[in-house]
């Protein structure tokens, strides 16, 4: 009977990491899914989980000039004037981007580290709080949640990394390239007032990265799950 669960068990990860990158991507049942991969001139970051929170490019980008691991041709922002903003989430009583047990998982490439200082590749702020955020910092990524610093390491100009957090009342844990690399306290849900969800800028600085497959979930992802979205 072991032996027919652990096969059964094996056929189904190998179909899960067989379907197209996106059929997995929806198989966790995102609320939040965005691929980059918009042409010019539109403006609208286009929300595949099919809940239609969408996003806009306020400032343009390059696109389609990245190809991510998964296939896809992806847009980029500069550094210098490109930013987007994520779609609020209009849950009755999460009405901001940001909950008290979730996930995210996503690719990024850093184009350029900033030269002093850090930039945000992605801020979540609830309040006056930066909820969940991805910083550039002399050479590192780093992933801060309610104000928990965690080193995702440092990573070559021009790789694509896969990055992941998941949170809930017991323990937020932190993914790189689909291997857990930390665990730390129990997140604190905030509520709040004003809400910042943007992508490649906060706080006067423009990061310049580019962006693949970032999807939202209001589950925390078993540790397989991120796993299986790091694998192309």
């Known amino acids: 009977m072991l032996r027919g669960t652990r096969l059964w068990w094996y056929r189904q990860k190998k179909r899960e990491s067989t379907l197209p990158y996106p059929d997995r991507v929806l198989s966790y049942s995102p609320i939040q899914y965005y691929r980059f991969n918009e042409p010019a001139p539109d403006t609208t970051i286009i929300d595949y989980s099919g809940l239609a929170l969408n996003g806009t490019y306020n400032s343009g980008g390059t696109r389609q000039d990245k190809l991510a691991p998964t296939g ?27 909950f008290a047990t979730g996930s995210i998982a996503f690719w990024i490439q850093v184009i ?26 002399t050479g590192h990524i780093r992933l801060d949640q309610y104000g928990i610093g965690t080193d995702m390491g440092a990573h070559t100009v021009g790789d694509w990394v896969h990055l992941g957090c998941c949170w809930d009342g017991t323990d937020s844990r932190w993914f790189v390239d689909g291997t857990k690399i930390h665990t730390g306290a129990a997140a604190a849900f905030v509520d709040g007032g004003y809400a910042a969800y943007n992508f490649a800028y906060a706080a006067g600085a423009y990061a310049n990265v580019a962006f693949a497959e970032y999807a939202c979930f209001k589950t925390k992802l078993a540790d397989a799950a991120f796993a299986d979205l790091a694998t192309v």
Do not use: I, Q
């Open 72 to 98: 896809v041709s992806v847009n980029s922002w500069d550094g210098v004037t490109d930013l987007a903003e994520g779609g609020l989430f209009t849950d009755p009583v999460d009405t901001e981007p940001f």
């Open 112 to 137: 350029a580290y900033p030269g002093t200082g850090e930039e945000y590749a992605l801020r979540h702020k609830r309040g006056n709080m930066d909820m969940l955020c991805v910083l550039l910092d």
